[in-house]
């Protein structure tokens, strides 16, 4: 609101210098029409008293005249219109108009009242653009502080309790020592995702661009994330694409996008496989994650790249998830003018894609 109403107040100055300036000449060319008007009337006078008088400076005094009349009556006309627009901005500064379609000018001003219902709605759009950014800016704030809750106040109970005592049980001390660190990670985890999402949606995320070997690329992540698959029991699958192929992108930022993705993949499937797959596409090659897990019920589907939005809260908790994973991916794919398709079905699995230049 305080946008529109400096803009408005701005208009409303510059409305009332520019009547001023109008006053000034109307006031001008008011005294000098009534000089001429004298002027005239003597001319006339003397046209009676002296028959030999040329009447060529009276046609010229009456043309001045008219001219001089005329611009009288245009000012008169134009301090109307300025009046009505003066009266218009001040209106919608005081926040009497609810709609641009309440704003209403003279059909000769009908290009000044277009411009001005175009400016009126790109404010009141601004001003919800900037409320909903401040909910936004809220539920962020009130998540995070509930995320950063749970594993302070795990660590503080698995301490206190060591202190007191338990730390010369050798039945549970390990234990809670292990407990402890496990949540020290989890936050360690969540305050890397704050500040990589913070970077990413403030525009200071750098990105560096060029062309890389995808299957080679592809093949180190999936060694890095093997592990975690044979611990689970499951087959983590990689198929390359059947040629050489270069893509476009950041490799460090698409790394982190890809380990996400494959490793959530390999949280949420109990039996089965996850399988990673390259094809190509037109000009571009498609990454696809594909995984035999629970899948993600339909109603979620539209709101799983959201910060902090979970299918299942306890069960992510249990897996570690900080809530703001895909998020990152959303954006990061986002930056390299793709985006981020899901396909899943509750019970059988989902599949995770996108596509970079080729």
Do not use: W
Not at 41 to 58: A, E, M
Not at 81 to 107: A, F, N, Q, W
Not at 152 to 165: H, K, R, S, V
Not at 205 to 231: K, L
Request: aromatic share 10%; with cysteine.
């Amino acid at each position: 609101m305080k946008t529109l109403s400096k803009q408005l107040k701005g208009l409303d100055i510059v409305l009332k210098r520019f009547n001023s300036l109008t006053n000034r000449f109307s006031h001008y060319f008011r005294f000098v029409a009534e000089l001429i008007l004298v002027q005239l009337i003597v001319s006339i006078l003397f046209l009676f008293l002296f028959s030999d008088f040329i009447s060529l400076p009276f046609f010229f005094l009456l043309i001045l005249t008219e001219s001089i009349l005329f611009i009288l009556i245009f000012l008169r006309f134009r301090s109307r219109e300025l009046s009505k627009i003066t009266t218009l901005v001040r209106t919608i500064r005081e926040k009497k108009i609810d709609s641009s379609d309440e704003i209403s000018l003279p059909k000769n001003l009908s290009s000044l009242e277009s411009e001005i219902k175009l400016m009126y709605q790109k404010n009141r759009e601004d001003i919800e653009y900037l409320k909903k950014l401040e909910r936004m800016r809220s539920e962020f704030l009130a998540n995070v502080s509930h995320e950063l809750r749970t594993p302070i106040f795990a660590i503080q109970g698995y301490l206190e309790t060591l202190l007191n005592g338990a730390i010369k049980d050798e039945k549970v001390n390990i234990q809670f020592l292990e407990k402890a660190n496990h949540h020290t990670l989890n936050l360690n985890n969540l305050l890397n995702d704050l500040i990589d999402i913070s970077m990413i949606e403030t525009g200071e995320m750098r990105m560096s661009f060029r062309y890389f070997e995808i299957a080679e690329f592809v093949t180190q992540i999936i060694s890095e994330s093997n592990q975690m698959a044979v611990d689970k029991g499951i087959s983590l699958i990689f198929s390359p694409p059947p040629k050489r192929m270069q893509l476009f992108g950041d490799k460090n930022k698409l790394k982190q996008a890809m380990v996400n993705l494959i490793q959530n993949a390999i949280k949420y499937t109990e039996k089965g496989s996850v399988e990673v797959s390259i094809l190509e596409v037109e000009n571009a090659g498609e990454i696809v994650i594909k995984d035999t897990g629970i899948g993600i019920p339909s109603e979620c589907l539209v709101r799983i790249f959201e910060r902090f939005f979970r299918v299942d809260k306890a069960r992510s908790r249990d897996v570690g998830g900080t809530g703001l994973g895909l998020a990152i991916v959303k954006h990061i794919i986002e930056a390299h003018g793709s985006q981020i398709c899901v396909k899943s079905e509750v019970g059988k699995g989902s599949e995770f894609s996108f596509r970079l230049k080729k």
